[in-house]
C-alpha cells in the first residue's frame, strides 16, 4: 500500500464533500449509527465505483437489514467486511480498534504461494557480491554476468534513492542485463518509483493518468494529473531488464511496472500484481473504529482501470512452495534464460 494514508484536510480537491467527521462520542457502539457511518464516508470519498462497475447502492440494500441496534461488534464486522468485500480493493483496511478482532483487508493474492522474505534467502544463494544499498534496495551478480537488483518499497525522501540507484547502476554497468525483482514490493511513494523507472529510459513516455474524487456524485472528480517517465538521474542503463512481479506486487510497485513497461528493453516475468494502486484515506467511526477508502482513480496508459485485476506478466512463471523450502527459485532461474 502507499506508504502514507493522507488525512483529509491534506487531500486536494475534497473541499467540496461533506465535511470531516469527528465522533463525538467514541464509545458510541450503536450498530446502526457505525453501519451507516461507514457506508456513507464510502459513499461519499470512494473513488472506483465507476471503474469497477460497481452499485453501492444495492449493496446498501442487501447488507443494512442485517444491522439491529442490539447487533454486536463481532455480528458488526462480520457485516461490514462482507459489504467492503465486494469492492475487490486491498486498498481498504478495516482497524476494529478495541476489540479482539483482527485486521480486515481484501486478500487479492487469490490463496497462491508469494515472495516474502525468505525467498529473498533463496534469491542470496543465486547472487555474488551481495551489496546492500540504502535499506530498500539490494544487489548483486547472478551467472554468466548478469546483475541483480531488488527494490523492497519505494521511499518518500528521493535523495536517497538517488543515491542508493547510482551506486546499484554504477555496481552494474558492465552487466549484459538487469533482474529488477520487485516480487515482494508493497508499494510506497510514487515519485520515488518514477524516478528509478527513468534511470532505465531513453524517451519520455506517459504511464498513467490519476484523478481524485472531488465531489458527492460518484462522478466527480478533479482534472487528471499525466505522469510520464522519462530519462532521470547522471545515466541510464539500457541494456536488457527482466520484470519480476508477484501477486504481493502492490500499488506504487504496480505504477512502477506500468513506467517500466513503457520501454522496449523491458520484460515483466512472474505473477499478475496485485491490483491495488489508489492512494487512501483515513476515516473513524462512533466505535473508534478505524478503515481507509480508496479516493484516486488511476488508469494505464491504455485508459483502462487495473484496480481488482492488476498487471500481466508477458510471461507467466510462479514458485511453489515446495521448491522454496528446498532452496529453488524457479522465477529467478526463468529470468536468466529469457536474458538475450
Not at 52 to 67: C, E, F, G, I, T
Not at 127 to 143: I, M, P, R, Y
Not at 290 to 305: L, Q
Amino acid at each position: 500500500m502507499k506508504q502514507k494514508f493522507f488525512m483529509l484536510a491534506a487531500l486536494l480537491g475534497l473541499a467540496s464533500c461533506t465535511a470531516p467527521f469527528y465522533p463525538e462520542d467514541p464509545a458510541d457502539k450503536n450498530a446502526v449509527r457505525n453501519f451507516d457511518q461507514i457506508w456513507n464516508d464510502f459513499d461519499a470519498y470512494y473513488g472506483l465505483f465507476e471503474a469497477k462497475h460497481l452499485d453501492w447502492d444495492s449493496l446498501y440494500a442487501v447488507y443494512r437489514p442485517q444491522v439491529q441496534e442490539g447487533t454486536d461488534e463481532e455480528g458488526l464486522y462480520q457485516v461490514v467486511t462482507q459489504m467492503l468485500g465486494h469492492l475487490n480493493d486491498h486498498h481498504i483496511t478495516l482497524f476494529p480498534a478495541g476489540t479482539d478482532l483482527p485486521r480486515w483487508s481484501n486478500d487479492l493474492t487469490n490463496g497462491v504461494f508469494i515472495f516474502d522474505e525468505f525467498d529473498l534467502d533463496v534469491v542470496k544463494t543465486y547472487v555474488s557480491n551481495w551489496h546492500e544499498a540504502g535499506d530498500f534496495l539490494q544487489w548483486g551478480t547472478l551467472a554468466d554476468n548478469i546483475g541483480y537488483m531488488h527494490i523492497s518499497s519505494f521511499p518518500d525522501k528521493i535523495k536517497p534513492v538517488e543515491t542508493a540507484l547510482e551506486q546499484a547502476l554504477n555496481g552494474l554497468k558492465n552487466t549484459r542485463a538487469i533482474v529488477l525483482d520487485i516480487r515482494d514490493c508493497p508499494g510506497g511513494f510514487d515519485p520515488a518509483a518514477q524516478y528509478i523507472a527513468g534511470r532505465f529510459a531513453t524517451t519520455r513516455s506517459l504511464y498513467m493518468t490519476v484523478r481524485k474524487r472531488n465531489g458527492p456524485k460518484k462522478t466527480d472528480f478533479g482534472p487528471g494529473v499525466e505522469w510520464y517517465v522519462e530519462p532521470t538521474g547522471s545515466s541510464q542503463f539500457t541494456k536488457p531488464v527482466i520484470l519480476l512481479t508477484s501477486r504481493a506486487t502492490g500499488s506504487a510497485g504496480e505504477t512502477f511496472t506500468w513506467a517500466m513497461n513503457r520501454m522496449e528493453t523491458v520484460q515483466q516475468l512472474g505473477d499478475t500484481t496485485s491490483g491495488a494502486f489508489s492512494d487512501n484515506i483515513m476515516r473513524e467511526t462512533w466505535n473508534g473504529w478505524m478503515y481507509t477508502i480508496s479516493v484516486g482513480d488511476y488508469r494505464a496508459a491504455d485508459g483502462k482501470s487495473y484496480e481488482g485485476i492488476g498487471v500481466a506478466p508477458d510471461v507467466f512463471c510462479r514458485n511453489e512452495k515446495a521448491e522454496v523450502l528446498a532452496g529453488k527459485d524457479r522465477v529467478l532461474e526463468m529470468a536468466m534464460t529469457l536474458v538475450p
